[in-house]
């Protein structure tokens, strides 16, 4: 009991907080406003520090990656695993939000306008090229250092990483420098996180108290239509993968293994955290070492099957609250994109891990910057499984890297 209160206390009493902000939020209804400028506080918070922590995770992410073993056919399989797995991801986040409404609302324009509020607005017509350009690019160094600018920031950190990658032992001291302010910025978001409860309970208690219950109910459905889904996810597809990459020998071996890798994801919460045991799970079904040792490092940056569900839980959250239509092809493509990159940008940790793809989902899908609570909300309420979809997805990846590597008997050969 003591060991599990340890690893989620902050995310019982966050959602303590919210409860308590619920509650108040129907009792007292629009009075509830005036502690709305502590909800403001905390997204100000949160807001100034993102932006060098995009930065600087990103930045040193790049800088440090390595050149796996038998680098073409390793990372080539790596590759297309994480691409084939996080498209299912994706497509079972699209049927399932698209046949079961996250959250009804009865004035959508008018929680769009109230989270709109005070941010700019531009009249300006674009093409498609003008548009991507204004995204992915900025004419001015300092506007990069905008909230406005989330994709253009992505772009020149992942150059800064490559450059860094490149330029080799000279550029150390500047690595190391890099790597040290990123660990202040980590620790930093675990001191504004402190507030989140007062900050998210009174944001929480004001969206309520102004647009009533539909809110409340709406995170209770997305709550429970996620965990099935997990639950469903993590039984019936993961024995897929773990079928075709080894027969009914390495669903066994599946099975009897990866009971640790899951009960680790769900008592901490962190996908860094279960690097070792998930490396030793997968090692235990028969993957070999240069594998397992490449794909689950790598998995956790760049393979999250539970937050690329989640994104589209978010995205379209965020759809059926502001009344945004996304049922045409263009909207479908704009979630699939949106929702694979920002599970990109999900940090491997408990709380507040997910900051920066949150911001980019606004960003990509156009969506007022002032909902990032919401999405912050959303990200603590489904993360145990979220987490536990993160660390077996790349446990059963590793079974399907080892069948493309090592061939059909790869279970046999283990080297």
Same mark, same amino acid.
């Given at each position: 009991?003591?060991?599990?209160?340890?690893?989620?206390?902050?995310?019982?009493?966050?959602?303590?907080?919210?409860?308590?902000?619920?509650?108040?939020?129907?009792?007292?209804?629009?009075?509830?406003?005036?502690?709305?400028?502590?909800?403001?506080?905390?997204?100000?918070?949160l807001f100034v520090v993102v932006i060098p922590l995009i930065f600087l995770t990103i930045t040193t992410s790049i800088a440090k990656i390595k050149q796996p073993k038998r680098l073409g056919k390793v990372?080539?399989?790596?590759?297309?695993?994480?691409?084939?797995?996080? *498209?299912?991801?994706?497509?079972?986040?699209?049927?399932?939000?698209?046949?079961?409404?996250?959250?009804?609302?009865?004035?959508?324009?008018?929680?769009?306008?109230?989270?709109?509020?005070?941010?700019?607005?531009? #009249?300006?017509?674009?093409?498609?090229?003008?548009?991507?350009?204004?995204?992915?690019?900025?004419?001015?160094? %300092?506007?990069?250092?905008?909230?406005?600018?989330?994709?253009?920031? %992505?772009?020149?950190?992942?150059?800064?990483?490559?450059?860094?990658?490149?330029?080799?032992?000279?550029?150390?001291?500047?690595?190391?420098?890099?790597?040290?302010?990123?660990?202040?910025?980590?620790?930093?978001? #675990?001191?504004?996180?402190?507030?989140?409860?007062?900050? *998210?309970?009174?944001?929480?208690?004001?969206?309520?108290?102004?647009?009533?219950?539909?809110?409340?109910?709406?995170?209770?459905?997305?709550?429970?239509?996620?965990?099935?889904?997990?639950?469903?996810?993590?039984?019936?597809?993961?024995? *897929?993968y773990a079928f075709i990459a080894g027969g009914k020998k390495g669903f066994v071996k599946f099975w009897q293994n990866v009971i640790p890798a899951t009960a680790t994801s769900i008592s901490t919460c962190?996908?860094? +955290? /279960?690097?070792?045991?998930?490396?030793? /799970?997968?090692?235990?079904?028969?993957?070999?070492?240069?594998?397992?040792?490449?794909?689950?490092?790598?998995?956790?940056?760049?393979?999250?099957?539970?937050?690329?569900?989640?994104?589209?839980?978010?995205?379209?959250? *965020?759809?059926?609250?502001?009344?945004?239509n996304v049922y045409s092809f263009s909207g479908i493509s704009s979630v699939i994109v949106t929702a694979l990159i920002a599970n990109l940008l999900v940090v491997a940790v408990p709380v507040g891990g997910?900051?920066?793809?949150?911001?980019?989902?606004?960003?990509?899908?156009?969506?007022?910057?002032?909902?990032?609570?919401?999405?912050?909300?959303?990200?603590?309420?489904?993360?145990?499984?979220?987490?536990?979809?993160? %660390?077996?997805? #790349?446990?059963?990846?590793?079974?399907? +890297?080892?069948?493309?590597?090592?061939?059909?008997?790869?279970?046999?050969?283990?080297?």
């Open positions: 009991m003591k060991k599990i209160w340890s690893n989620y206390k902050q995310t019982i009493i966050l959602i303590g907080s919210l409860l308590i902000g619920a509650i108040a939020g129907l009792i007292w209804k629009e009075k509830c406003e005036i502690v709305k400028p502590l909800g403001d506080l905390f997204l100000n918070m990372l080539g399989s790596i590759i297309g695993v994480f691409v084939i797995t996080s *498209l299912v991801a994706v497509a079972v986040g699209l049927v399932s939000t698209y046949s079961m409404k996250l959250v009804d609302t009865n004035d959508s324009q008018a929680i769009l306008e109230t989270l709109a509020e005070g941010e700019e607005a531009s #009249d300006i017509e674009l093409n498609i090229l003008q548009r991507t350009v204004e995204a992915i690019s900025t004419g001015d160094f %300092v506007n990069l250092l905008s909230k406005n600018n989330i994709l253009a920031l %992505v772009i020149f950190s992942i150059l800064v990483g490559l450059a860094i990658s490149k330029v080799g032992e000279k550029a150390k001291p500047f690595e190391e420098l890099l790597n040290s302010a990123n660990a202040v910025i980590l620790k930093l978001i #675990d001191i504004i996180f402190y507030f989140a409860p007062i900050g *998210l309970g009174c944001y929480f208690a004001s969206l309520i108290g102004t647009f009533g219950n539909e809110i409340a109910v709406g995170y209770f459905k997305t709550f429970v239509i996620y965990t099935v889904v997990a639950i469903l996810f993590y039984f019936i597809i993961y024995s *897929l962190s996908s860094a +955290a /279960c690097i070792p045991i998930n490396t030793k /799970c997968a090692k235990n079904i028969g993957v070999s070492d240069d594998i397992a040792e490449t794909i689950i490092p790598l998995g956790t940056s760049f393979h999250k099957d539970g937050s690329i569900i989640g994104s589209v839980f978010k995205i379209m959250f *965020l759809a059926y609250l502001f009344g945004t997910g900051t920066i793809s949150e911001m980019l989902i606004l960003s990509m899908m156009n969506f007022p910057v002032a909902a990032l609570p919401i999405l912050t909300i959303i990200a603590t309420i489904i993360d145990p499984p979220a987490t536990m979809l993160n %660390v077996v997805g #790349d446990t059963s990846s590793s079974m399907l +890297a080892a069948r493309i590597v090592d061939g059909k008997n790869w279970l046999q050969k283990k080297k």
